[in-house]
């Protein structure tokens, strides 16, 4: 089935610094992504909503020039937490859709990464 | 804007009892509503998609139901066991195309005991 790959799946970093978060659709094409972001014991919070080739979308409150959302292909998109702080520790989580080019080619599907716990000191 | 509440936000049972989730939401204009179970520190994985025509899905001890016309959906686990301690989250999809967004619920924490 439709997979989608998360990495890191695990990151500590010190204050200031940046982090880049992958998300790659394994055997489908991702003609959208979304990333989310969750704090313990709350539900998803959907932060930014990126098509292939075009700039992402953002939810309100989300800071864009905080957290750059990079969907250059079909199947990467990246999210970068610049000059990261305490407060920004969270677990991420992307999902994506499109239709698969596989087995059941042409079917629609929407996939959840394994997610990225990001601990900042 | 559309909003979704889950009930319990947490429910302790022992093994062995057949459970219900309560899954509402505010905006009955949906294409389909979603459950998901979500294990500490993981990802999320699809149980159960119901499209807004439908009434339930069934998958193994596991059935959701969907009334959509009051905004309600409840799963039900039968026979429940400790492997099946994990939060459940339902999430409501707008409408079909590739770049509509789920709305999630805040989640039901389960705890089956041994």
């Known amino acids: 089935g439709a997979v989608v790959s998360q990495h890191p799946s695990w990151v500590i970093c010190k204050s200031g610094t940046s982090v880049k978060i992958e998300c790659r659709s394994l055997d489908f094409q991702a003609t959208t992504m979304f990333w989310y972001r969750q704090f313990p014991k709350q539900s998803l919070m959907l932060m930014a909503t990126?098509?292939?080739?075009?700039?992402?979308?953002?939810e309100q409150g989300v800071e864009k020039d905080k957290f750059l959302i990079n969907h250059a292909s079909l199947t990467l998109s990246t999210l970068t937490v610049t000059s990261a702080h305490p407060e920004d520790s969270s677990f991420y989580i992307c999902s994506a859709t499109g239709r698969t080019s596989g087995r059941m080619k042409g079917a629609n599907v929407l996939t959840f990464g394994a997610g990225s716990r990001l601990t900042v000191l | 804007k559309q909003e979704v509440t889950q009930i319990p936000a947490a429910l302790s049972v022992p093994e062995g009892e057949n459970l219900v989730l309560n899954c509402s939401f505010t905006d009955s204009a949906i294409y389909n509503l979603q459950w998901f179970r979500q294990d500490p520190g993981k990802g999320l994985t699809s149980l159960l998609l119901?499209?807004?025509?439908?009434r339930e899905q069934t998958s193994g001890r596991l059935n959701a139901s969907l009334d959509k016309s009051s905004g309600r959906s409840t799963l039900y686990i039968a026979a429940s066991q400790p492997g099946d301690s994990a939060t459940y989250l339902c999430a409501v999809r707008p409408y079909e195309t590739s770049g509509s967004r789920l709305t999630f619920g805040e989640g039901t924490q389960l705890t089956v005991n041994p």
């Open positions: 119901i499209q807004s025509s439908q």
């Open positions: 990126s098509n292939e080739g075009s700039k992402a979308t953002y």
